[in-house]
T-cell receptor
Framework: AQKITQTQPGMFVQEKEAVTLDCTYD???????LFWYKQPSSGEMIFLIY??????QNATEGRYSLNFQKARKSANLVISASQLGDSAMYFC???????????FGAGTRLFVKA | DGGITQSPKYLFRKEGQNVTLSCEQN?????MYWYRQDPGQGLRLIYY???????QKGDIAEGYSVSREKKESFPLTVTSAQKNPTAFYLC??????????????FGDGTRLSIL
């Protein structure tokens, strides 16, 4: 069975500093995708970044990068130069390639301090 | 602009009452999903539909029902059998196909409370 673990319920970061949000996963599927979503207090889920299990390079999208370590089954999100607007819940998720069910972690709440 | 529209934003249910949450998408996506989110927790899958007139139960389908009569629409009914319906409900859609790894697109959610 697939499982996503986010061990940090809450994180604090100073504005303009970088922060890493942890995500480990478990799956027996050889091909899968890993996703990170942001959920502001308003509730909508915003897609941030995607990493395929066979991708050779770590994904990057602007200030977001994914530190993918396949052997350790970890897919940590790195946010560089944190902004006050980054304060939100962040969810790591996984889906088998070609599948329909996406598994979500419990999330990490990030607080950015001015 | 393409997107997913959920309505209403807030909904109140009386004991013994069925309520229906609306979800409409204009992204031309084949697959649609309903999730439940409880405070401080992740998303749990209620139902999903890969194609019109077909849907499957997710992990917590008891007390819920859905229909998929049109590609654009995937309404969720919270029945009186769901004894703890107070939660935030999110609808999502995505493309389908072998090798697909596209992200899901989400609506803004409906917050359901018991009166």
């Amino acid at each position: 069975a697939q499982k996503i673990t986010q061990t940090q319920p809450g994180m604090f970061v100073q504005e303009k500093e970088a922060v890493t949000l942890d995500c480990t996963y478990d799956t027996s599927d050889p091909s899968y995708g890993l996703f990170w979503y942001k959920q502001p207090s308003s509730g909508e889920m915003i897609f941030l970044i995607y990493q395929g299990s066979y991708d050779q390079q770590n994904a990057t999208e602007g200030r977001y990068s994914l530190n993918f370590q396949k052997a350790r089954k970890s897919a940590n999100l790195v946010i560089s130069a944190s902004q006050l607007g980054d304060s939100a819940m962040y969810f790591c998720a996984m889906r088998r390639t070609g599948g329909f069910k996406t598994i979500f972690g419990a999330g990490t709440r990030l607080f950015v301090k001015a | 602009d393409g997107g997913i529209t959920q309505s209403p934003k807030y909904l109140f249910r009386k004991e013994g009452q069925n309520v229906t949450l609306s979800c409409e998408q204009n992204l031309n996506h084949d697959a649609m999903y309903w999730y439940r989110q409880d405070p401080g927790q992740g998303l749990r899958l209620i139902y999903y539909s890969q194609i019109v007139n077909d849907f499957q139960k997710g992990d917590i389908a008891e007390g819920y029902s859905v229909s998929r009569e049109k590609k654009e629409s995937f309404p969720l009914t919270v029945t009186s059998a769901q004894k703890n319906p107070t939660a935030f409900y999110l609808c999502a859609s995505s493309t389908t196909g072998t090798g697909n790894n596209q992200p899901q697109h989400f609506g803004d959610g409906t917050r359901l409370s018991i009166l």
